[in-house]
């Protein structure tokens, strides 16, 4: 189910910003598939959040929330807009969606301003190129190239489908090598799954005494609500070396179970269910564990 083993299988984080009503939505959908839309309605205040998950046989692409990365307008901003910033910094790609329709506006200069402040790579995404002509096209490219170096820049139309085969190409040369960190089959992640993650993972980091580099990961196999209302959570702890491997499962296997059983009590109160946890260890060497870094999770707009 997880792509572990695979040497050379890519995944990253994507972070997709721009002006509302460029067509950020639209694009997830066309690549993701409905029920991302489902999810995006949610309002979820208090969390950034995985948007969706599209998985190829070559790589995985995890789109994460920006939440505030546009407009400071109540006292939350400054602080929305710091956690936006540490978002666009560790996530392996931004996509800065603008549309063709529409001329470099102040909404753009605050978007760069912030986007010269971080490494990442940014991709210029121009939408909606259904609308006009194609003679406009280069002079719009100016416009933008002057303001800022992205690393490409690729016109498409979301809702047409122009080129978004072409764009999730080069997003692909841009991804890391990296494990398949959700189910193929899985395109939305609940808010949850993270945090029961980051609870699994707590427990082992504090059990261990931190003899584990954070660096280690957990991956939610399958969480599934079962008839007799008991959730029933699959999850894959993974380290980079046998060592650490032998120091979470313990003698006997008894540090394993203790980080499970206390695992289990925090996230039977997170869900307001019983839980049935099982936790697995897998070795994974040399791989950047992106998920752990992003655990600083903010506000967020209700925006998507
Ligand atoms: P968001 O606020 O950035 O998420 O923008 P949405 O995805 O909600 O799109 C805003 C509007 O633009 C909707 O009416 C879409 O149908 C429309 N739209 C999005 N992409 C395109 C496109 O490529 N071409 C055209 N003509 N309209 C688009
Ligand atoms: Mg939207």
């Known amino acids: 189910m997880n792509n572990l083993g695979n040497e050379n299988y890519k995944s990253g984080f994507i972070s997709i910003i721009g002006r509302p009503n460029v067509g950020k939505s ?3 959908n066309r690549v993701i598939g409905q029920k991302i839309a489902i999810m995006s309605d949610k309002p979820q205040t208090t969390r950034n959040k995985v948007q969706g998950v599209y998985t190829t046989d070559k790589a995985q692409f995890i789109f994460i929330d920006t939440p505030g990365i546009h407009k400071p307008k109540h006292k939350l901003g400054d602080f929305m807009i710091k956690v936006a910033q540490n978002t ?5 790609l931004v996509l800065f969606m603008v549309n063709a329709q529409e001329g470099f506006g102040r909404g753009d200069e605050f978007i760069i301003e912030k986007l010269k402040e971080v490494n990442t790579p940014v991709f210029l995404v121009i939408n ?5 002509h194609p003679d406009e096209l280069l ?5 933008y190239r002057s303001r800022f170096d992205f690393d490409e820049i690729v016109p498409i139309s979301a809702l047409e489908g122009n080129n978004v085969e072409r764009l999730l190409e080069l997003i692909t040369n841009y991804l890391p090598e990296g494990p398949q960190y959700y189910p193929a089959d899985q395109v939305t992640d609940h808010p949850e799954r993270f945090i029961v993650s980051e609870l699994i993972r707590e427990k082992a980091l504090h059990l261990t005494r931190e003899e584990v580099p954070h660096s280690i990961a957990v991956v939610i196999d399958k969480m599934e609500r079962k008839e007799n209302d008991v959730v029933h959570v699959m999850a894959t702890i993974v380290v980079e070396r046998d060592s650490q491997k032998g120091i979470i499962i313990g003698k006997q296997g008894k540090m394993l179970k203790e980080i499970g059983k206390r695992a289990r009590i925090d996230i039977e109160n997170l869900l307001g269910s019983k839980v049935f946890l099982e936790l697995w260890v897998k070795v994974q060497k040399d791989w950047r564990n992106k998920l752990s870094q992003l655990r600083d999770f903010g506000f967020r707009e209700d925006e998507y």
């Open 26 to 28: 639209t694009f997830l």
């Open 128 to 132: 909606k190129i259904d609308q006009i």
């Open 88 to 92: 666009l910094k560790e996530v392996d």
């Open 139 to 143: 002079p719009f490219i100016d416009e």
